[in-house]
């Protein structure tokens, strides 16, 4: 079984839609988080969620919210969608939020904004 | 500003080589310190981790790192590398002791492999 999931793993659509990103972890952690990677691999995180509460949100724009219905779920929603926010989107998931629990990633979502 | 630098972009080696990979840091303190490998098409995978006591770490699939202060490196090998290990290799550093899981990742080396 996966252990982090998403859906989709691609997603091509045109500027100014708004999409969806789900994902899923199955290993009863506490804390999910997404990162975006972008053309030259880069990667850097996004949003944090531990018990449904965010904490942490580095300098992303408003266009982007993360959505936790439960503890196994944090899904990323993105509103008005840009060139720039063509890049690959992953999921992780860690037992407690802490710098020292190890993080498990997703397969990762590519995002094609034309 | 915390940062992680790995010099090397591209590294290309035979099979059967020993490699190693370069990953430096910038931090006020020893931090949190992290490689994982993100084989294509795959999310990223936890290799090691340092976070205090021996200074040689060992992974998983016969890899291992060494941290050194007085280099701030931490730099990642193996003595004989496979096929299989072609990938993306990423440092990343993160707070010691911090309560937020905020890692700080390199721009990766991308490693071939030759047969």
């Known amino acids: 079984d996966t252990a982090v999931s998403q859906t989709p793993k691609y997603l091509v659509t045109q500027m100014g839609n708004d999409k969806s990103i789900k994902c899923e972890q199955n290993?009863?952690?506490?804390?999910m988080y997404w990162y975006k990677q972008d053309s030259k691999k880069f990667l850097k995180i996004m949003f944090s969620?531990?018990?449904?509460?965010?904490?942490i949100n580095e300098t992303v724009p408003n266009r982007f919210s993360p959505k936790s219905p439960d503890k196994a779920h944090l899904n990323l929603h993105i509103n008005s969608l840009e060139l720039g926010d063509s890049a690959v989107y992953f999921c992780?998931?860690?037992?407690?939020?802490?710098?020292?629990?190890?993080?498990?990633f997703g397969p990762g979502t590519r995002l094609t904004v034309l | 500003a915390q940062s992680v630098t790995q010099p090397d972009i591209h590294i290309t080696v035979s099979e059967g080589a020993s490699l190693e990979l370069r990953c430096n840091y910038s931090?006020?303190?020893?931090?949190?310190l992290f490689w994982y490998v993100q084989s294509p098409g795959q999310g990223l995978q936890l290799l090691l981790k340092?976070?205090?006591?021996?200074?040689l770490v060992q992974g998983i699939k016969g890899f291992e790192a060494e941290f050194k202060r007085s280099q701030s490196s931490f730099n990642l090998r193996k003595p004989s590398v496979h096929w299989s290990d072609a990938a993306e290799y990423f440092c990343?550093?993160?707070?010691?002791?911090?309560?937020?899981?905020?890692?700080?990742f390199g721009k990766g080396t991308k490693l071939s492999v030759k047969p």
């Open positions: 290993l009863g952690h506490d804390t």
């Open positions: 990343a550093v993160g707070e010691p002791g911090g309560s937020q899981g905020n890692l700080i």
């Open positions: 340092y976070f205090s006591g021996d200074t």
């Open positions: 931090y006020g303190a020893t931090p949190y």
């Open positions: 992780a998931s860690s037992q407690g939020g802490g710098s020292a629990d190890t993080q498990y």
């Open positions: 969620y531990n018990n449904k509460e965010l904490i």
